[in-house]
């Protein structure tokens, strides 16, 4: 049984070039049924469609899937566009293997953290929508 909806919309999406989907998959349902708003891009997605769609959406979360190191290393165009765009504040957590191995990578590519899973990725989004600690 999902939860009651928390009015939090999250973009999660794969990495333009990337056709993995398994670690975003997981993360999408296990977000969704939090009671979260998810909106799944899909694979292959280019840095401008997480912009476009969180634009339209109004969504402030945005996670960016990468399993291979030439698509992980891609990530860093996505915080571009969303700054490009005047949308700086938006929050980008990366998963993938290529982060979870070196989460240097992720802050190299301006990511504010990193998804190891179904539960870290609900653990990302309720320190977003909790900054004081708040109850889980």
């Known amino acids: 049984?999902?939860?009651d909806d928390t009015g939090v919309t999250?973009?999660?999406?794969?990495?333009?070039?990337?056709?993995?989907?398994?670690?975003?998959t997981i993360a999408a349902a296990a977000?969704?049924?939090a009671g979260h708003r998810v909106i799944d891009l899909g694979v292959d997605v280019r840095p401008a469609d997480f912009l476009a769609r969180a634009e339209e959406t109004g969504?402030?979360?945005v996670f960016v899937f990468a399993s291979m190191a030439s698509t992980a290393a891609?990530?860093?165009?996505?915080r571009e566009m969303f700054r490009a765009g005047h949308r700086g504040g938006v929050v980008i957590f990366a998963g993938g293997g290529p982060f979870g191995a070196d989460?240097?990578?992720?802050?190299?590519?301006?990511?504010?953290?990193?998804?190891?899973g179904a539960e870290s990725a609900l653990r990302?989004?309720?320190?977003?929508?909790?900054p004081a600690g708040g109850e889980r």
């Open 1 to 3: 049984m999902a939860a």
């Open 10 to 24: 999250v973009l999660v999406g794969t990495m333009h070039h990337d056709l993995h989907s398994v670690d975003k």
């Open 31 to 33: 977000l969704k049924e």
């Open 59 to 61: 969504a402030t979360i």
């Open 74 to 78: 891609s990530v860093s165009r996505v």
């Open 103 to 116: 989460t240097a990578l992720a802050r190299s590519v301006g990511a504010n953290g990193v998804s190891r």
């Open 124 to 130: 990302l989004v309720h320190r977003v929508t909790h």
